[in-house]
């Protein structure tokens, strides 16, 4: 069985529109993965107004809704150059999480417009039923991961860099890979979301370079990590690692970074932050045999230089695993489309805390 699923991606940076089709060789847990094309697009003019509306301002119902209705038709036009004439078995869109705060989370996007444009059945809301067993409706990605990434003696660590920092880490997959040894594998998957990651360095670019961000981590790589201010800043970060929950709206951590980087030098205090994000991390990825890096922080070299010299494992980045960093979401997405309509639950209770696991998804079908 085979079938080509695509997967579409905001994150919560609003830096893009991410898609990409995948081929499904196979059913349910069995299947298999491979990653063909990929197309980023910027949301332009949508960005402001969805950070807005993330950023809890008061926005008019009417205004909410023409958002969602012209972020269904950027999705439109991005799958269209996607696909280039090719019919997928379906289209899974994540929409952007605008509030996050179990129970309350909220995906924004009006889907029916995609549906009914490309002909094609769509998979939405995808943490609704997980929260509704009591999970945190986050992280989805692990099993998604566990498709992609896993091997089959190797202890692997997905580390992504995103707006926050979230991690899945994969036990030795093992063989032969019947049913019951799947089941024992898949009780063993473990992450969960860690730290701000990218909100924080992005907002200090912003703050300090009057840049959108610090491309490559260059102005970081210029400066050194200050003791004190390091320390201060991870002392933050770990303070939502402790949590032990799911990350979203309210944090972001923005304002008390930015009070603390105030004074220093701005290449010192962006070296000092990404160092605190490695120490955040670090103790997080233990034990693993190999890091497989992803998502936008991945281009940081400082950051990601950071995190290398806090463990002895050795770090790759998705890209050697056939899914491009900044699209491994997107690639995700697309797997958890296809475990939905094969009504597999996407979601671990193990890491979401959910009571039980549950089939997610909510389809339009043309």
Same mark, same amino acid.
Do not use: K
């Given at each position: 069985?085979?079938?080509?699923?695509?997967?579409?991606?905001?994150?919560?940076?609003?830096?893009?529109?991410?898609?990409?089709?995948?081929?499904?060789?196979?059913?349910?847990?069995?299947?298999?993965?491979?990653?063909?094309?990929?197309?980023?697009?910027?949301?332009?003019?949508?960005?402001?107004?969805?950070?807005?509306?993330?950023?809890?301002?008061?926005?008019?119902?009417?205004?909410?809704?023409?958002?969602?209705?012209?972020?269904?038709?950027?999705?439109?036009?991005?799958?269209?150059?996607?696909?280039?004439?090719?019919?997928?078995?379906?289209?899974?869109?994540?929409?952007?999480?605008?509030?996050?705060?179990?129970?309350? &989370?909220?995906?924004?996007?009006?889907?029916?417009?995609?549906?009914?444009?490309?002909?094609?059945?769509?998979?939405?809301?995808?943490?609704?039923?997980?929260?509704?067993?009591?999970?945190?409706?986050?992280?989805?990605?692990?099993?998604?991961?566990?498709?992609?990434?896993?091997?089959?003696?190797?202890?692997?660590?997905?580390?992504?860099?995103?707006?926050?920092?979230?991690?899945?880490?994969?036990?030795?997959?093992?063989?032969?890979?019947?049913?019951?040894?799947?089941?024992?594998?898949?009780?063993?998957?473990?992450?969960?979301?860690?730290?701000?990651?990218?909100?924080?360095?992005?907002?200090?670019?912003?703050?300090?370079?009057?840049?959108?961000?610090?491309?490559?981590?260059?102005?970081?790589?210029?400066?050194?990590?200050?003791?004190?201010?390091?320390?201060?800043?991870?002392?933050?970060?770990?303070?939502?690692?402790?949590?032990?929950?799911?990350?979203? &709206?309210?944090?972001?951590?923005?304002?008390?970074?930015?009070?603390?980087?105030?004074?220093?030098?701005?290449?010192?205090?962006?070296?000092?932050?990404?160092?605190?994000?490695?120490?955040?991390?670090?103790?997080?990825?233990?034990?693993?045999?190999?890091?497989?890096?992803?998502?936008?922080?991945?281009?940081?070299?400082?950051?990601?230089?950071?995190?290398?010299?806090?463990?002895?494992?050795?770090?790759?980045? &998705?890209?050697?695993?056939?899914?491009?960093?900044?699209?491994?979401?997107?690639?995700?997405?697309?797997?958890?489309?296809?475990?939905?309509?094969?009504?597999?639950?996407?979601?671990?209770?193990?890491?979401?805390?959910?009571?039980?696991?549950?089939?997610?998804?909510?389809?339009?079908?043309?």
């Amino acid at each position: 069985m085979r079938r080509l699923a695509v997967g579409c991606m905001t994150g919560t940076s609003l830096d893009a529109l991410d898609a990409a089709t995948v081929e499904i060789a196979g059913h349910s847990l069995s299947m298999r993965a491979a990653a063909r094309r990929f197309v980023s697009r910027p949301l332009g003019a949508l960005a402001p107004e969805l950070r807005q509306i993330a950023d809890q301002h008061p926005v008019a119902a009417r205004q909410v809704a023409d958002v969602a209705r012209r972020l269904a038709l950027l999705h439109v036009h991005v799958l269209r150059e996607l696909l280039d004439g090719q019919s997928p078995a379906l289209i899974c869109v994540h929409g952007q999480t605008v509030f996050h705060q179990p129970p309350l &989370s909220w995906q924004l996007l009006n889907p029916a417009p995609i549906a009914e444009a490309l002909a094609t059945p769509v998979v939405f809301d995808l943490r609704a039923a997980d929260l509704a067993a009591g999970g945190q409706g986050a992280p989805i990605t692990p099993l998604a991961d566990a498709i992609l990434f896993a091997d089959a003696r190797e202890r692997r660590a997905i580390v992504n860099l995103g707006g926050f920092c979230n991690v899945t880490l994969l036990p030795p997959r093992g063989e032969p890979h019947d049913d019951a040894n799947r089941a024992a594998w898949l009780n063993q998957i473990d992450g969960g979301d860690v730290c701000s990651c990218n909100h924080v360095l992005d907002a200090l670019a912003r703050e300090l370079l009057g840049a959108p961000y610090d491309a490559g981590g260059a102005a970081a790589a210029r400066g050194r990590a200050l003791p004190h201010l390091r320390s201060a800043c991870a002392a933050l970060l770990a303070a939502q690692s402790a949590a032990g929950r799911s990350l979203g &709206s309210g944090d972001e951590l923005i304002t008390a970074v930015i009070a603390l980087a105030r004074g220093h030098a701005p290449h010192d205090a962006l070296a000092s932050l990404c160092a605190a994000i490695a120490d955040t991390i670090a103790p997080r990825v233990h034990p693993a045999d190999r890091l497989i890096i992803a998502g936008g922080g991945a281009r940081n070299r400082t950051l990601v230089d950071s995190i290398a010299a806090h463990t002895s494992t050795p770090v790759a980045v &998705s890209d050697d695993f056939g899914v491009p960093l900044s699209h491994r979401e997107a690639v995700a997405m697309a797997v958890l489309g296809a475990l939905c309509q094969d009504r597999v639950p996407i979601t671990l209770p193990r890491i979401t805390r959910a009571t039980r696991p549950v089939v997610s998804g909510v389809w339009i079908v043309p």
